[in-house]
C-alpha cells in the first residue's frame, strides 16, 4: 500500500472560474463557500467565479479563496474516492497552504482556519501596503548564486531569499527597487530567467513584520488541537503535532523562508511513495518532479 501526503498549494494558485464547477456539482464543497461567505460578509464563490481578477489576486481575498478552495477539493476526493484519505501519512502546504493542511490535520476547525487565514491575508495586505515590495522567481541558479544575487541588489534596498522551492526555483522578496535590480542583475550572474510573482509585496521577509504580530494575536483567540497525522512546517522542513509548537511557526512563517524542497525531500526520506495535490491548478506537482522526476503525483482540482 503506497504511503501518501496530501499537499495543499499557496497564494498564486487561484484563478478567475475556480471552484464553480466543484460546487455546482458537489452539495459539501457548495456548503464551505456558503459557511465562508457568513464568515467573510461577502460571497467568496462569487468572487472566486467571476472575478473581477484583481480583486480575487489581492492579499486579502485570495488567502481565503484558496482555503476555501483546497478544501472543496479534497470534499471532491472524499466523493471520488473514500478510501483515500485513510492513506494519509503526513500534510503540508506551501505557505497559506499551511493553513489547508492543519485544517486537513485537525488542528484547526474550518471556522478558526478561515478567521486565521482571513487576519492573515489582511495583515499582509497592510504590511505590503506600506511598503512598495515585492518577490521574484529566480530559475536556472543554485542557492550560493541567488544570495550573490541578493546581496548585490540591496544596494537598492531589502532583499532576501524568501522560498526555496526545489532545484533552481528560488524566489526573493524585497523592496520594489531591489526587486527591480534583481531582475536587471539576474542574467549577469547565469540565470536562465527571471518571474515577478503577482502577489502584493516582500512576502517571508521583515517587510511582513508588523503582519506577524497581528498573526499571533488572531492565533491567542484561535482553538489549536493536537494534530491527527503529522503536519510538515514550511519554517523548519520538518513535521509537526503539537499545538504550542505549531502556534509559534505559524508566526514565524510570515517572515522565515518557505523550506518547501527540504520538506518534500523529508516527506520522501520519511516513506511516502506518492502525493495528492489537493487545490487550484498544478503548482506543487510540478515542484515535486524538480526534486524527484518519478513521483507520482495526482491532482485533485479546485
Known amino acids: 500500500m503506497p504511503q501518501l501526503a496530501f499537499l495543499f498549494p499557496g497564494q498564486g494558485a487561484q484563478y478567475v472560474g475556480m471552484a464553480q464547477q466543484l460546487c455546482d456539482n458537489l452539495p459539501a ?20 467565479a467571476m472575478g473581477p481578477k484583481d480583486r480575487l489576486d489581492s492579499t486579502a481575498v485570495s488567502q481565503p479563496a484558496i482555503y476555501v478552495a483546497s478544501l472543496a477539493a ?19 502546504g506551501l505557505s497559506l497552504g499551511e493553513y489547508t493542511a492543519l485544517a486537513f490535520a485537525g488542528v484547526l476547525s474550518f471556522t478558526d ?18 511598503t512598495p515590495s515585492g518577490m521574484v522567481s529566480v530559475l536556472g541558479l543554485e542557492l550560493a548564486k541567488v544570495e550573490e544575487l541578493c546581496a548585490k541588489a540591496r544596494s537598492a534596498g531589502i532583499m532576501q531569499v524568501a522560498n526555496h522551492l526545489c532545484p533552481g526555483n528560488i524566489v526573493v522578496s524585497g523592496s520594489k527597487a531591489a526587486c527591480d535590480e534583481v531582475e536587471k542583475l539576474a ?40 494534530a491527527r497525522i503529522p503536519v510538515w512546517s514550511n519554517v523548519d522542513g520538518k513535521p509537526h503535532s503539537a499545538p504550542a509548537e505549531i502556534r ?46 518519478k513521483m507520482e503525483c495526482v491532482n485533485i482540482q479546485a
Open 248 to 293: 509559534g511557526l505559524l508566526v514565524r512563517q510570515v517572515v522565515q523562508p518557505v523550506l518547501w524542497e527540504a520538506t518534500i525531500r523529508g516527506l520522501l526520506a520519511s516513506g511516502v511513495t506518492k502525493f495528492y495535490e489537493l487545490g487550484p491548478q498544478r503548482v506543487l506537482a510540478g515542484l515535486i518532479k524538480r526534486v524527484e522526476r
Open 74 to 92: 479534497l470534499e471532491s476526493l472524499r466523493a471520488q474516492q473514500p478510501g483515500v484519505e485513510a492513506e494519509c501519512v503526513a500534510t503540508a
Open 29 to 48: 464543497a457548495k456548503k464551505l463557500f456558503d459557511d465562508a461567505a457568513s464568515i467573510l460578509g461577502y460571497d467568496l464563490l462569487e468572487v472566486c
Open 187 to 226: 542574467p549577469e550572474i547565469g540565470a536562465m530567467k527571471t518571474i515577478r510573482l503577482s502577489v502584493a509585496g516582500a512576502f517571508h521577509t521583515d517587510i511582513m513584520k508588523p503582519a506577524d504580530q497581528a498573526l499571533a494575536n488572531a492565533l491567542d483567540k484561535a482553538t489549536l488541537n493536537l
Open 113 to 130: 482556519g478561515l478567521k486565521l487565514v482571513k487576519a492573515r491575508g489582511e495583515a499582509m495586505q497592510a504590511a505590503s501596503d506600506a
